[in-house]
């Protein structure tokens, strides 16, 4: 049974739930663009800094020493990645969207065309001013890859011959000011803004059953998208739904442009 949203307005509603629970529930949707939790190694090896600018001595980008981090929510387990993939398949339409840190994009390619969806492409973010190697002994991570799917038959996007690579900043956590990160997963504004862009038209309607702190649906919603929302943590339904309900001028018109 479908319970009552947890926020909703004219072009976005938000539910407080596990996804497992809302999928099986909902109707088709247009597109899926969503950042997933990642695997248990990228969880469990996670660590991060301020990033507060400091590898480049006052530069644009950059990221500060030296913390472990609790994402604040556990692993995509295998059994989950293959459920969803399946659902995915159901309520697509047209283009699935999904992140991944890279060494697990092969396993969101394999659900995900198992599921009877036609594997496309890979994409990547470039992570301008993410996280060094503080080991030193190997490359830092600079991507995360974006899994692309689309039901079988004839595909179209709004990009033409474009590359499938994203350079955008992370959003930076400047917790001593008190602004910065809502979530440690945050994605930019001007990343989600580009991908909507690219794969979505006006009136389409986007899921995004791992909400986060909302950006994908906020971005959704200054677009003139439909949105729909899934979100397990109470924290971050409040987060999502005072985001959604100070909506502002967009960055999709800069985009665009």
């Known amino acids: 049974m479908m319970p009552q949203p947890y926020y909703q307005d004219e072009t976005v509603t938000l539910y407080h739930s596990r996804c497992e629970c809302i999928l099986p529930e909902l109707e088709q949707v247009d597109h899926i663009i969503t950042d997933p939790p990642y695997s248990a190694h990228v969880h469990g090896a996670a660590r991060s ?5 400091a590898n480049d001595r006052g530069g644009k980008y950059g990221a500060d020493v030296r913390r472990n981090v609790d994402l604040g929510f556990t692993h995509l387990t295998d059994e989950e990645r293959l459920e969803v993939s399946g659902e995915f398949a159901r309520l697509a339409r047209r283009w699935v969207l999904a992140f991944s840190d890279t ?27 993410s996280t060094p190697q503080f080991s030193g002994d190997r490359p830092a991570v600079a991507v995360e890859a974006i899994t692309v799917a689309h039901p079988p038959g004839r595909k ?30 945050q994605k930019p504004e001007s990343l989600m803004a580009e991908l909507i862009a690219d794969f979505t038209d006006e009136g389409d309607v986007i899921l995004d059953p791992y909400a986060g702190s909302g950006t994908t649906l906020m971005v959704a919603k200054r677009a003139g998208r439909r949105a729909i929302g899934v979100e397990q943590d109470e924290r971050y339904c409040e987060v999502i739904a005072n985001r959604l309900g100070s909506v502002g001028r967009s960055l999709f018109d800069e985009v665009t442009a």
Request: glycine letters at 12%.
């Open 156 to 185: 179209r996007w709004n990009a033409g011959g474009k590359h499938g690579l994203y350079a955008h900043p992370i959003v930076l956590d400047r917790s001593r000011s008190g602004a910065g990160r809502l979530h440690t997963t």
């Open 49 to 53: 800094s301020r990033m507060v600018s």
């Open 103 to 129: 060494e697990s994009s092969h396993l969101w390619q394999r659900d995900l065309t198992a599921s009877g969806l036609q594997y496309v492409r890979t994409c990547f973010w470039h992570k301008m001013g």
